[in-house]
């Protein structure tokens, strides 16, 4: 279950950098600094994007 909700926060993270969120904002809905965000979720583009659907 923990990694679970991992995955689920870096695909928030990663939809909010994608929305044009700053590290400040995010770090504020994490109750963490903006620089621990960054260094925490900084490489977030290497995860992959939940998969579309097809078909």
Request: no cysteine; charged share 20%.
């Amino acid at each position: 279950m923990p990694e679970l909700a991992e995955q689920l926060v870096r695909a928030a993270v990663w939809a909010d950098r994608q929305a044009g969120a700053s590290w400040a904002q995010i770090g504020a809905g994490l109750g963490i600094s903006a620089e621990a965000a960054r260094g925490r979720f900084g490489r977030v583009r290497s995860v992959a994007a939940p998969a579309a659907r097809v078909g």
